[in-house]
């Protein structure tokens, strides 16, 4: 008989480098999960984004226990990567804050595709220029 979710929880956490300092001790710790548990486990399997934010849902059972998915890093996390860049622009429409070439949006749409609403990777690249637009980051189309 499968166990009976008592409560799910999404956050954010760098990957491999998870503490249990706010938001995650707060969030686990008021729901019975043991934090330092999570966290050594959390990090083992991440450990090779090394400090990529990158989401997970938290599913936490009656008993306390709890297993956990994590999930691809934010667009606009992997397209600041690409970029090189510290932030979005605050215009995107007017000021252009870096370029990415076709080669990495197509990288960044792989990596998200299965986390993203797209039947095929065309789609998922559109969805992810479109990120890149609204951040204010220009892509190198290849022609």
């Known amino acids: 008989m499968a166990k009976e979710v008592a409560v799910k929880i999404k956050l954010q956490a760098p990957g491999g480098q998870a503490t ?8 686990l710790g008021q729901n019975g999960v043991n934090i ?4 050594s486990q959390f990090n083992e399997r991440t450990k ?9 849902v938290i599913s936490v059972y009656k008993d306390k226990s709890f297993t956990f998915e994590v999930k691809s890093p934010p667009a606009a996390v992997l397209l600041k990567q690409a970029a090189e860049i510290a932030k ?3 215009v995107p429409n007017k000021e252009k804050v870096g370029k990415i070439s076709a080669e990495q949006l197509r990288k960044i749409a792989e990596t998200k595709f299965k986390d993203l609403n797209a039947y095929d990777l065309a789609q998922a690249e559109k969805i992810i220029r479109g990120t890149a637009q609204s951040m ?4 190198e189309d290849s022609v």
Request: charged fraction near 5%; glycine fraction near 22%.
């Open 88 to 90: 979005g622009s605050g």
């Open 36 to 39: 330092g548990q999570f966290v």
């Open 136 to 139: 204010g980051i220009e892509i």
């Open 20 to 27: 249990p300092a706010p938001p995650i001790g707060p969030a």
């Open 48 to 56: 090779e984004l090394n400090g990529t934010i990158v989401p997970v």
